[in-house]
C-alpha cells in the first residue's frame, strides 16, 4: 500500500527558505503513470497547488510562487523535496505531499501524505 | 488561472438526507473535475475522479455529474461520518487549482 510522508522542520525564520521532504513507501516514485506534488492548505483555509514533479526531474510550478519555489526527486531514495525559499508569514500552512494519477482515465490527487504544519515566525 | 466556485460555502444535514453540492468553473474544463473530502486535521481524501468516476473504496452513495462548466457531488443518503469539507479540483491545466470548499455539518 502506497503512503506518502513528510518530513521537515516545523518553524521556519521569516526570509529562510523552507525545506520539505517527502518520502515514498509502498510504491515506486518512477513509475511513469505518476508524477509528485506538493499543496499547502493555511490554518482554517482551503488548498493551494505548490507544483508538481516527474521522475525525470520535469517539473511544474504554480506561477503565483515560481519564482520562489524548486521541486527536486530522488530516485535512489524513493523521495521528492520542497524549497520555498524567502518565507513571510503568508507561507505557513499545512503542506503535504502527494501522487497524482495522470492516466487517460483523468488526472487526479489520488494518495495524499498526512501533512505537516509550517510556522514562520522569528 | 482557472477559477473554481463552489455552492453552498456551507450546508447542514440530517443523516439519511440527499445533499448536493454545486462546483463550476470560469471556463471550459471538459471532464478534468476531482472531488475531495476532508475531515479536520486529516488530508484531503480522493472521491470522485473525472467528474463521474468513483475513486476505488468510496461507498456508491457518492456520485459525480457534469461536464464543461459545471459540476455536481451528490450525496444520496447522508451518513455520520460524511460530516466533512468537501473541495473540487480541477486538472484541465495548470496551475491546478480547487474550490473554497463547501462544509457539511449536522443540522
Known amino acids: 500500500q502506497l503512503q506518502l510522508q513528510e518530513s521537515g522542520p516545523g518553524l521556519v525564520k521569516p526570509s529562510e527558505t523552507l525545506s520539505l521532504t517527502c518520502s515514498v513507501s509502498?510504491?515506486?516514485?518512477?513509475?511513469?503513470?505518476?508524477?509528485w506534488g506538493w499543496i499547502r492548505q493555511p490554518p482554517g483555509k482551503g488548498l493551494e497547488w505548490i507544483g508538481s514533479?516527474?521522475?525525470?526531474?520535469?517539473?511544474y510550478y504554480n506561477p503565483s510562487l515560481k519564482s520562489r519555489v524548486t521541486i527536486s526527486v530522488d530516485t535512489s531514495k524513493n523521495q521528492f523535496s520542497l524549497k520555498l525559499s524567502s518565507v513571510t508569514a503568508a507561507d505557513t500552512a499545512v503542506y503535504y505531499c502527494?501522487?497524482?494519477?495522470?492516466?487517460?482515465?483523468?488526472?487526479?490527487?489520488?494518495?495524499w501524505g498526512q501533512g505537516t504544519l509550517v510556522t514562520v515566525s522569528s | 488561472d482557472i477559477q473554481m466556485t463552489q455552492s453552498p460555502s456551507s450546508l447542514s444535514a440530517s443523516v439519511g438526507d440527499r445533499v448536493t453540492i454545486t462546483c463550476r468553473a470560469s471556463?471550459?474544463?471538459?471532464?478534468?473535475l476531482n472531488w475531495y473530502q476532508q475531515k479536520p486535521g486529516k488530508a484531503p481524501k480522493l472521491l470522485i475522479y473525472?467528474?463521474?468516476s468513483l475513486q476505488s473504496g468510496v461507498p456508491s452513495r457518492f456520485s459525480g455529474s457534469g461536464s464543461g462548466t459545471d459540476f455536481t457531488l451528490t450525496i444520496s443518503s447522508l451518513q455520520p461520518e460524511d460530516f466533512a469539507t468537501y473541495y473540487c479540483?480541477?486538472?484541465?491545466?495548470?496551475?491546478?487549482?480547487f474550490g473554497p470548499g463547501t462544509k457539511v455539518d449536522i443540522k
Open positions: 502527494a501522487r497524482f494519477d495522470n492516466t487517460a482515465m483523468g488526472s487526479h490527487f489520488d494518495c
Open positions: 509502498g510504491g515506486s516514485i518512477s513509475s511513469s503513470s505518476y508524477y
Open positions: 514533479i516527474y521522475y525525470s526531474g520535469s517539473t
Open positions: 471556463q471550459s474544463i471538459s471532464s478534468y
Open positions: 473525472a467528474a463521474s
Open positions: 479540483q480541477q486538472s484541465h491545466s495548470t496551475p491546478f487549482t
